[in-house]
């Protein structure tokens, strides 16, 4: 059999511009199937950054919450409960919110605040410049070194700034895991610094942290949670639900997933008709294979061999083309949202393979019933 | 080895059906032996290549029996019949059919591989079966680079990589010129012809008749006794 698959795969690969038509047609396909996901599990990624960056194992929320930029404030006493509940290691409130900085020049920017535990500074970044501790000092903020921080006049430590009518200072420079999903520059300070200088309804914690004392304490912990009226949901489950909310609730998830059809189908009429030429093309080749003693078998694996090699080549053009555009993409622009995941990739694949299928199931049922006579007609 | 090679009986092949029903073949009978080179003549739908066909267990007859070797080819399923095609027939085609993408070695060296042979080995013996037809030093050339001689030696070398023991060349000289068709046939006749082969030939040049152990006409269907002779 390898010998037939050589000629098989010569017969492919020697016919270049048929070749080059299908590698063409399948990399694009996958090229596009690949770029669409890749976007969107970037978008998805960005928008649950809080929740990677500050790495709490467990999340007490509202109910409410659909994902984790729209928090709903709760009362002080959640806190307190939470902490007193069995198999909690220890909790923390953590605030998250948006303010207005007026820059030197008078323009306004919008920015995201993070406020993290007085005592334990609990999800603090990782700092590039200055101290932890001068988070204390009055006024003190930790500005994140991300693609929005030139929003901020690319501020240095001791830079002043206005944030909401209150003074702050730039007490250190941060660098985070993951960038926000709304362009939005990213500070840092204190709870109570937080709720002092951004304007709250009657709650202000935004979310409590919780370290369980082992993870399978992690069950009960949300038991209790429940009982008390709100929620706790692991990292993982608290990113699900913020990705959940794009894809079922914004039509974000829909439009991906016609977006996906279209490049499937479109990756499927060139490479399925391109397939099938030239299939057609080489039909009495087929013919003549048979009427010398070629089996149904031979020519069927000859087929799937030739589908099947040009499938999975164009497979790895179309994935490295597209990795290459989103790493020339983030050269330019850091925060760019695209990132390829493995479902993605898994996607990517199963859609090569129906393609795949599909050109060949057509190509082998009419070669299937070519006659051998007919290459005797002429 | 028994000395019959083909033994034909009663074959009859129609297409087609009810008024469209076209005859073919027509109560057809016909042995051929080893060491004979068997020409079938006649005029253009004739049923020429129909015989040919059946005969090579390409294509099935209405009624009638085909023994090749002694073996009834028609009883075999479909599998047995490609490998009886693979074994023991050698086939070279009006058109050639060479494939233009690969090496005229590769071309030869098709039914080796399809004989489940390695790669490396068909290649080796096909370039032996182009010595045979002179052509070893065309064996990394694509068949289009070929005149139209060297093409037929090829698909010549082809029929024969196999060493099978019935070889049919249907209408060998049709794309030949007159010269070339003569060379060519002269060339089966001496080096492929043996006491262990019989070689069918479809065509109605009469320019190449010299080389025929046998002459059998055909017309409407019909072996006609008469034209049945010893050249």
């Known amino acids: ?378 | 080895m028994p000395n019959t090679a083909i033994q034909a009986t009663g074959l009859v092949k129609w297409f087609g059906e009810g008024e469209a029903r076209t005859m073919a073949l027509r109560e057809v009978s016909l042995e051929a032996q080893f060491g004979e080179m068997v020409y079938i003549v006649g005029p253009s739908g004739s049923g020429k290549t129909t015989l040919l066909s059946v005969l090579s267990g390409i294509l099935r007859p209405n009624e009638g029996k085909v023994l090749v070797e002694g073996a009834d080819i028609w009883r075999l399923s479909p599998d047995q019949l490609a490998d009886f095609r693979l074994g023991k027939i050698g086939f070279v085609f009006q058109d050639y059919h060479l494939f233009p993408r690969l090496t005229t070695a590769e071309n030869v060296a098709i039914p080796l591989i399809l004989k489940r042979k390695n790669w490396e080995e068909a290649i080796h013996e096909a370039e032996k079966y182009l010595d045979i037809v002179g052509l070893k030093s065309r064996a990394g050339l694509a068949p289009v680079k070929l005149s139209g001689g060297e093409q037929q030696r090829v698909a010549i070398a082809r029929a024969i990589a196999a060493q099978p023991d019935i070889l049919i060349l249907d209408e060998p000289t049709a794309s030949l010129d007159g010269d070339t068709g003569h060379a060519i046939l002269s060339f089966v006749h001496k080096n492929i012809l043996n006491k262990d082969r019989c070689i069918l030939v479809v065509t109605h040049d009469d320019r190449i008749y010299e080389f025929a152990t046998r002459i059998l006409n055909m017309e409407d269907g019909r072996l006609n006794g008469l034209q049945e002779r010893p050249v």
Not at chain 1, 49 to 76: E, L, Q, R, Y
Not at chain 1, 168 to 179: N, P
């Open chain 1, 1 to 378: 059999m390898k010998g037939i698959l050589r000629l098989a795969y010569k017969l492919l690969v020697n016919d270049k511009s048929k070749f080059t038509a299908l590698l063409l047609g399948i990399t694009f396909a996958v090229f596009l199937i690949m770029f669409i996901t890749s976007m969107f599990s970037g978008v998805l990624n960005h928008a649950s950054a809080t929740v990677i960056n500050i790495g709490a194992s467990v999340w007490v929320m509202d109910p409410a919450v659909k994902a984790v930029f729209n928090s709903v404030g709760m009362p002080d006493y959640v806190l307190d409960a939470v902490r007193s509940m069995q198999g909690v290691k220890y909790a923390v409130p953590l605030y998250s919110g948006g303010a207005l900085v007026k820059l030197p020049d008078g323009t306004f920017q919008s920015v995201t605040v993070i406020g993290l535990d007085d005592t334990s500074l609990f999800g603090r970044p990782s700092l590039l410049e200055g101290k932890i501790e001068d988070i204390y000092t009055e006024s003190g903020f930790i500005v994140v070194r991300d693609a929005e921080f030139p929003k901020l006049e690319n501020p240095h430590i001791g830079s002043e700034l206005q944030l909401n009518d209150h003074r702050g200072v730039i007490v250190g420079i941060a660098k985070v895991t993951t960038s926000g999903l709304f362009g939005a520059p990213t500070l840092y300070t204190t709870y109570e610094r937080a709720i002092q200088y951004i304007p709250n309804p009657r709650y202000t914690i935004s979310y409590v942290l919780v370290e369980p004392k082992s993870a399978s304490d992690i069950p009960q912990i949300k038991k209790q949670v429940e009982a008390l009226g709100y929620q706790a949901r692991t990292k993982q489950e608290f990113m699900k639900r913020t990705a959940d909310f794009f894809i079922y609730e914004t039509g974000g998830g829909t439009n991906i997933l016609i977006m996906t059809a279209i490049s499937f189908i479109v990756g499927l009429s060139i490479s399925g008709q391109t397939f099938y030429t030239f299939i057609l093309e080489n039909l009495e080749r087929f013919g003549a294979l048979k009427a010398i003693g070629a089996k149904s078998r031979d020519l069927v694996g000859m087929i799937l061999f030739q589908a099947t090699f040009t499938a999975f080549t164009g497979y790895g053009l179309g994935v490295g083309l597209c990795a290459l555009l989103i790493a020339l993409a983030k050269l330019r622009l850091p925060s760019y949202a695209a990132k390829m995941t493995f479902s993605d990739l898994l996607i990517g694949l199963g859609m090569v393979v129906m393609i795949a299928t599909v050109s060949s199931y057509v190509a082998v049922r009419r070669v299937l019933k070519i006659e051998p006579f007919d290459i005797f007609r002429g």
